[in-house]
Nanobody, 122 residues
Framework: QVQLVESGGGLVQAGGSLRLSCAASGRTFSSKAMGWFRRAPGKEREFVAAISASGARTYYADSVKGRFTISRDNAKNTVYLQMNSLKAEDTADYYC???????????????WGQGTQVTVSS
């Protein structure tokens, strides 16, 4: 069982930055692939970024590539999403997820956090 708690969301102007954190409970964090997803109002949940258990492999949606960076600290049971050059279209609820295999597919993840809201004003 893994419990995930996101933090770091908020209101930011376009062009600004935010860093999201996702703290995980349990002793299996270092064996889990982690992902960030988001859901904008009226839209389906979409993939943002993912990182393998060791941190050696990362994947990004085309829409955030070059602006967002996913990282993890297995000693702290935490995964991060650094978001730079934010745009109004990045406005969404952001969720972290844990799974057995690093993937861009929402259905590959077994555990989900409650989400944190990011609002980017233009």
């Amino acid at each position: 069982q893994v419990q995930l708690v996101e933090s770091g969301g908020g209101l930011v102007q376009a062009g600004g930055s935010l860093r999201l954190s996702c703290a995980a409970s349990g002793r299996t964090f270092s064996s889990k692939a982690m992902g960030w997803f988001r859901r904008a109002p009226g839209k389906e949940r979409e993939f943002v970024a993912a990182i393998s258990a060791s941190g050696a492999r990362t994947y990004y949606a085309d829409s955030v590539k070059g602006r967002f960076t996913i990282s993890r600290d297995n000693a702290k049971n935490t995964v991060y999403l650094q978001m730079n050059s934010l745009k109004a279209e990045d406005t969404a609820d952001y969720y972290c997820a844990a799974g057995g295999t690093v993937s861009t597919n929402v259905y590959e993840y077994d555990y989900w956090g409650q989400g944190t809201q990011v609002t980017v004003s233009s």
